[in-house]
C-alpha cells in the first residue's frame, strides 16, 4: 500500500479518513487502511450500505492518521458536521476530533 500520488509505503499502523461525494449529492464519510482500494469497492458496490443506493460520483479526498481509534473518532466528528463544514475540514487537513468538537463550541 502506498500514500496517494506517491511510491512511499504507508506505515501499516496509519488509516485514512475518507469523504466521497455521491450521486445524490450528499458526502459518504469512511476510514479505510487504504483509501483509493475502498473507493474501487464502494464504486464496485461492495462497499457500505449507503453508497450501494447511493454509488460515489467522485472521491473527495482523505487524511492519513496515526491508528484505527484516532480514526474512528475522526470519522465521528466530522459525521457531525455540516456537508461543507466537513469538505473545508478536509481541505484544511483536519485531522484532531478535539480540535473539530472545540470548532463547533465556538
Known amino acids: 500500500m502506498t500514500d ?5 509505503p504507508v506505515p501499516p499502523d496509519r488509516w485514512a479518513v475518507y469523504l466521497l461525494e455521491c450521486a445524490d449529492g450528499r458526502v459518504y464519510t469512511g476510514i479505510a487502511r487504504d483509501p483509493q482500494a475502498r473507493y474501487a469497492k464502494h464504486l464496485a458496490g461492495k462497499g457500505a450500505r449507503f453508497t450501494r443506493s447511493n454509488p460515489p460520483r467522485q472521491m473527495l479526498g482523505w487524511v492519513w492518521v496515526s491508528g484505527h481509534g484516532d480514526a474512528l473518532r475522526l470519522e465521528m466528528a466530522w459525521k ?4 461543507a463544514a466537513r469538505i473545508a475540514a ?9 480540535a473539530i468538537v472545540q470548532q463547533r463550541c465556538q
Open 4 to 8: 496517494a500520488g506517491s511510491d512511499t
Open 80 to 83: 457531525k458536521l455540516p456537508r
Open 90 to 98: 478536509l481541505r484544511a487537513g483536519m485531522t484532531s476530533a478535539a
